[in-house]
């Protein structure tokens, strides 16, 4: 069966049983639906009755928030792949469920749009009778229309053949009636995180406060200060994407709520401020910051809130280097070496050799990583020696420099004296730019040189090491930019360390360079140095790989426009 970009998925098992469904249900899902997959939960749903079942409302149960835990954990698991989003729209206490709906015995008075439009529906309900296979399939179309927007001819498809049989583990689940423990709900609750590359951990964090919120939910997003010790804090997404994309997944998943979203750029926000918020959710990592919270709440003459914990998301595929739980930083570590962004319109250069621009802040690895790519076949060029060949006597910069600074920086055999030459441009931009207007340009005829040659000599890859890459101006040169960053405090121990300086010199050394955000902002590939020698070299050579395949059709054009260049 062909596959759809975005699916419903209807679950009717009983919620004793659901627990132990969910992953083979997900995992026949995952083979269909390739994007999006939104999951419309309904306990005993009987579609082959012969009656048009309606959606009910379902009341909020500590088993139902487990479940959704225990769902968004199972779906990270075996279809990571997929966006999953858990609808809670026919999720409501008893009291809110009859107040100011049309139909109070009805979720969906009218269908709700969602934010990607369902192209199949598929459900777990078994099948008794082959022969009502048809009769099911439009039960659950007409079904899923009444519920949401989609098409009349909606595709429908039964996933109970494919389950595998499951097993007889039923330790800590409910027995077959055994009655479900309400759960306590309150009308504001506040919830924060930085909600970067929203991920399983956050989807459970944002659902369950959406059943504990009857009324209204704040969100409170970590934006500047509170992102300073976020590893590789430089690939958080910006502010507006992050609060874009909470925005669309609240919307689908409750949107009778109120939500508002807002910068959290201190521990504590809104929370010690707001005399109407109840609840506050935290996880066990956050506990001690809602405690932190609520003493602040009492010092201000307000009441503390219910601080309601919810259990950590193992991370069944975590590295080494990586947490144990499912986390933002694991998923930003996981890009470094990948294509963030696709190259820019390169074609003034010749397709081969195909040249990668290297660079990053003092201290962060650059140099290293150059000489892994040369290792693993690239040219390496290196800019820095190339500054020294431009200052040679006899060179065009040579004379050009002389001119401009003066004779007295030389030294007794004609050579300048380069330390000399960088007290008179320290501190003064308009002098640096002088000299940099001179160097510049002659290292980036050199480099075009060694271009030159490498292609001459059949290279494939030429990996430019340059500190001063985009200051220059020299990416016109390079097919791609790659970054590499350490956090500012590593940098300066690094420096400190190899340069003799002391942390404020090393500090302002970098701090007179592009910062790591700004570099990343215009990079293709981001790498890291930060962890073990292991680790870089994991990620070069998965940079490397990565690399190959993307080159592999100019290597082939190459070698079939080759002869035609000989004619």
Same mark, same amino acid.
């Given at each position: ?12 098992? =009983? ?8 992953? *083979? ?34 009341? *909020? ?5 487990? /479940? ?86 909606? *595709? ?196 081969? =050799? ?38 040679? *006597? ?151 790989? /990565? ?21």
């Amino acid at each position: 069966m062909s596959m759809f970009s975005t699916g419903i998925l209807v679950l009717t098992s =009983p919620l004793h049983t659901l627990p132990l469904r969910i992953a *083979p249900v997900l995992s026949s899902a995952a083979q269909l639906v390739e994007r999006t997959l939104y999951v419309h939960l309904h306990p005993g749903l009987n579609l082959g009755s012969g009656s048009q079942p309606r959606p009910v409302f379902l009341p *909020p149960a500590v088993d139902l928030s487990t /479940l959704i835990s225990r769902l968004y954990s199972n779906a990270a698991d075996v279809c990571g792949h997929l966006d999953v989003r858990v609808l809670l729209t026919n999720v409501r206490t008893q009291s809110a469920s009859c107040s100011g709906t049309a139909i109070p015995n009805c979720p969906f008075p009218t269908p709700q749009s969602l934010s990607h439009s369902p192209e199949v529906v598929l459900t777990d309900f078994p099948l008794q009778d082959p022969g009502q296979s048809h009769q099911v399939m439009q039960c659950l179309q007409r079904y899923t229309g009444h519920c949401y927007v989609c098409s009349p001819s909606l *595709p429908s498809v039964l996933l109970h053949p494919q389950l595998v049989r499951l097993q007889e583990n039923r330790e800590g689940l409910k027995e077959p009636g055994e009655e479900a423990e309400p759960m306590q709900t309150y009308s504001d609750v506040v919830v924060g995180g930085t909600f970067d590359r929203l991920h399983g951990a956050h989807k459970t964090l944002l659902n369950i406060s959406c059943l504990l919120a009857n009324r209204r939910l704040i969100i409170c997003v970590c934006d500047h200060a509170m992102l300073k010790k976020k590893v590789l804090k430089e690939l958080v997404e910006p502010y507006s994407l992050r609060v874009q994309r909470l925005q669309e997944f609240l919307q689908d998943i409750k949107p009778s709520l109120q939500v508002e979203i807002m910068p959290l750029e201190d521990p504590y926000g809104v929370a010690v401020v707001d005399p109407l918020l109840q609840c506050i959710v935290v996880s066990e990592e956050t506990r001690r910051g809602g405690e932190a919270v609520n003493k602040k709440r009492i010092e201000n003459g307000l009441p503390p809130l219910i601080l309601h914990e919810i259990q950590l998301l193992k991370d069944a595929h975590h590295t080494e280097t990586e947490e144990e739980k499912i986390s933002s930083s694991s998923l930003r570590s996981r890009l470094l070496g990948t294509l963030l962004t696709p190259p820019k319109h390169t074609s003034h250069l010749a397709a081969l =050799p195909y040249v990668i621009g290297l660079t990053g802040g003092s201290g962060s690895g650059k140099s290293s990583i150059a000489r892994q790519l040369e290792a693993l076949g690239a040219v390496r060029i290196d800019c820095d020696k190339l500054g020294h060949e431009v200052y040679q *006597p006899g060179t065009a910069a040579y004379r050009r420099v002389l001119e401009e600074f003066g004779s007295d920086l030389l030294n007794e055999d004609k050579t300048i004296n380069r330390r000399a030459l960088g007290r008179k441009v320290f501190g003064n931009q308009e002098r640096l730019k002088a000299l940099t207007d001179i160097v510049w340009p002659e290292i980036a005829l050199l480099v075009e040189n060694r271009i030159s040659q490498a292609r001459e000599e059949g290279k494939q890859v030429c990996v430019l090491d340059a500190a001063v890459l985009q200051e220059a101006g020299w990416t016109d040169m390079v097919h791609e930019v790659w970054v590499t960053v350490i956090p500012e405090e590593e940098a300066v121990l690094r420096i400190s360390e190899r340069d003799g300086l002391t942390a404020e010199d090393a500090l302002r050394r970098l701090q007179s360079q592009w910062s790591n955000s700004k570099q990343v902002a215009h990079a293709n590939v981001v790498l890291s140095t930060l962890w073990e020698p292991e680790v870089t070299q994991k990620q070069v050579l998965k940079a490397w790989n /990565l690399l190959q395949e993307r080159i592999q059709p100019r290597q082939e054009g190459h070698v079939l426009v080759s002869p035609s260049s000989q004619l």
